[in-house]
């Protein structure tokens, strides 16, 4: 089970706003290298997380095999669902019909939601013709997304998830209704351009630009990582739909802050015993999983660096651990020691100095 040293609620009815801020839909980005089945997975435990994404799967020289998706998409074996938590699988690639063909393959092994991204900034997948490139051309995007469309069922959910456009930010409105057009019922917007990469901050006022373009429901992405910054994208784009990535990883309890299930930001053992969680079911799914147990959770630990200096202390700490169970040991400790420090100070607080 999860993190052990704080309960986990329940989540009946979590709270649909934040403030003043209405909020429709809160799901966790997609981040290659990053969001595997296992982070997935502790995400929707942790609950308050409307639906997660694969990372991307790349449909380049043909259609993808069955065996390539379910090893990509797990839990495409329980039809998508991680409990109450939807997964929606995204695919990439330039050429309409082997995505479609790769998306109706993937509808039937079990997937009910597709995520189509024209987005990733990646130079050799760029190259390869798939992610952003296709923004250079806004018909190329409505070419693959009405050929997807064509090729699922009307019940199967179709989304995309852009940039604002390859280096042109003004692209968007053209773009947001190519994916409209298509037959997306859903679109994401990270605010950045291609040229853009991570560098600047992430432009909200321009995906409340595309969501004014389009009738469909526009999902607001790039730098929320607070749930001020979450009521400051609101006000700038109108969205109350929000994707999180990098800000969910530095802070796991985001999306508890944002729908009202906790008030407060979780002390660091709390967040370093999610990195205990991620190598322990690592470790548990098969042999020969030590290496990937150790980079994806040292992983873990400089984005939660990013935000928390205490979480940097022990970063710092374990960093040259090349042993993932010193790491966990190193985790495990540090856990200990500030979990007692807390009770410590609880304790003071209560029994005077
Ligand atoms: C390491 C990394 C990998 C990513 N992989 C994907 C991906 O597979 N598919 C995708 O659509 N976006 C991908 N992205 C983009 C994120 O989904 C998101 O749009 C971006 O990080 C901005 O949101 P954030 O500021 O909340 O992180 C990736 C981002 C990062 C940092």
């Known amino acids: 089970m999860l993190d052990n040293s704080r309960p986990i609620e329940i989540l009946s009815s979590p709270a649909r706003t934040l403030g003043a801020v209405p909020i429709d839909s809160l799901a966790l980005a997609p981040m290659e290298g990053v969001t595997d089945e296992i982070v997935r997975e502790i995400f929707a435990e942790l609950g308050a997380v409307d639906y997660v994404v694969t990372e991307f799967i790349r449909v380049s020289g043909e259609v993808l095999p069955p065996k390539l998706l379910l090893r990509e998409c797990p839990e495409l074996r329980t039809r998508c669902l991680l409990g109450a938590t939807l997964v929606h699988l995204q695919l990439l690639g330039g050429d309409p019909g082997r995505v479609a063909t790769t998306a109706r393959l993937a509808h039937e092994l079990g997937a009910p939601a597709i995520d189509l991204n024209f987005g990733c900034p990646a130079p050799t997948v760029n190259r390869h013709d798939g992610g952003a490139t296709l923004l250079k051309a806004p018909e190329r995007v409505l070419a693959v997304t009405r050929a997807v469309r064509d090729a699922l069922p009307s019940s199967a959910t179709l989304s995309a998830k852009v940039r604002l456009g390859w280096d042109d930010p003004d692209a968007i409105v053209e773009i947001a209704r190519a994916v409209e057009e298509g037959g997306a019922s859903m679109l994401t917007v990270h605010g950045r351009t291609r040229a853009q990469g991570y560098a600047p901050p992430a432009d909200w006022a321009r995906i409340g630009r595309a969501r004014e373009s389009v009738a469909i429901p526009v999902v607001a992405n790039g730098d929320i990582d607070t749930p001020e910054a979450l009521a400051r994208c609101h006000r700038e784009s109108g969205c109350t739909r929000f994707m999180l990535g990098r800000g969910a990883l530095a802070r796991p309890e985001l999306f508890r802050l944002a729908r009202g299930v906790d008030h407060e930001y979780w002390p660091t053992h709390s967040r370093l015993a999610l990195v205990i969680e991620y190598i322990d079911r690592c470790l548990a799914r ?42 966990r040991e190193g985790v495990a400790s540090a856990i200990e020691a500030r979990a007692e420090r807390g009770a410590k100070t609880a304790l003071r607080a209560t029994n005077g100095p």
């Not at 020969?288 to 980079?295: D, H, V």
């Not at 022990?314 to 169970?325: I, M, Q």
């Open 286 to 327: 098969g042999p020969g999983r030590e290496r990937l147990a150790l980079a994806r959770s040292k992983q873990w630990l400089k984005a939660l660096a990013t935000a928390d200096d205490d979480a940097r202390v022990v970063f710092d700490a374990l960093k040259r651990h090349e042993d993932v169970t010193a790491l």
